[in-house]
């Protein structure tokens, strides 16, 4: 089982989503705002879960999305199923074929136990936790200033030319 950045948008999305239930429907513009992504990206991705049966949309003022089931009848791996496409049968099977085969399945039991709801009773899960989940996962230090050696050499072809003309 596949587990791109676009699963992982998917699944916060839905977590906000369940966040947000008792508001009401949420735009897709506040939730990719929250998640720092592009709108046409959400609803790239709201169409495939919409088309799986785990949200709603509600049209006209004050629509937006809801969870078409309760969080916790919503699983993990129903989320990123119905985002990742199937990954393609080889042609010649490799014999690692069979371990990654036996690592999906063992991922996608894993994630079939884990429901919506179990997220949300994380004390770290959020709405200003998932605003920042777009973040880099690793941050690289800043590169110390530089110093420019000091050259005598000429600095363009112009001042090259000139210094042969002496």
Same mark, same amino acid.
């Given at each position: 089982?596949?587990?791109?950045?676009?699963?992982?948008?998917?699944? @916060?999305?839905?977590? *906000?989503?369940?966040?947000?239930? +008792?508001?009401?429907?949420?735009?897709?513009?506040? %939730?990719?705002? +929250?998640?720092?992504? #592009?709108? #046409?990206?959400? /609803?790239?991705?709201?169409?495939?879960?919409?088309?799986?049966?785990?949200? /709603?949309?509600? +049209?006209?003022?004050?629509?937006?999305?809801?969870?078409?089931?309760?969080? *916790?009848?919503?699983?993990?791996?129903?989320?990123?199923?119905?985002?990742? *496409?199937?990954?393609? %049968?080889?042609?010649?099977? #490799?014999? @690692?074929?069979?371990?990654?085969?036996?690592?999906?399945?063992?991922?996608?039991?894993?994630?079939?136990?884990?429901?919506?709801?179990?997220?949300?009773?994380?004390?770290? %899960?959020?709405?200003?936790?998932?605003?920042?989940?777009?973040?880099?996962? +690793?941050?690289?230090?800043?590169?110390?200033?530089?110093?420019?050696?000091? @050259? @005598?050499?000429? $600095?363009?072809?112009?001042?090259?030319?000139?210094?042969?003309? $002496?």
């Amino acid at each position: 089982m596949r587990i791109s950045p676009k699963s992982r948008s998917a699944v @916060t999305a839905m977590v *906000d989503l369940a966040l947000q239930r +008792r508001a009401g429907p949420v735009s897709l513009a506040t %939730v990719a705002a +929250r998640q720092r992504v #592009s709108l #046409s990206y959400m /609803e790239q991705l709201f169409a495939r879960l919409r088309r799986q049966g785990l949200v /709603e949309a509600t +049209r006209g003022p004050g629509g937006g999305y809801t969870l078409a089931r309760a969080a *916790d009848d919503i699983s993990v791996a129903e989320i990123v199923g119905a985002i990742e *496409d199937p990954p393609p %049968v080889p042609e010649a099977p #490799s014999a @690692t074929d069979a371990l990654w085969a036996g690592l999906d399945d063992v991922v996608a039991r894993h994630l079939e136990t884990v429901k919506l709801q179990s997220l949300l009773r994380d004390p770290e %899960v959020t709405t200003s936790t998932l605003a920042s989940a777009r973040k880099p996962l +690793r941050h690289l230090p800043a590169p110390a200033a530089m110093q420019r050696p000091r @050259t @005598t050499a000429p $600095n363009s072809v112009f001042a090259f030319g000139m210094s042969f003309a $002496n």
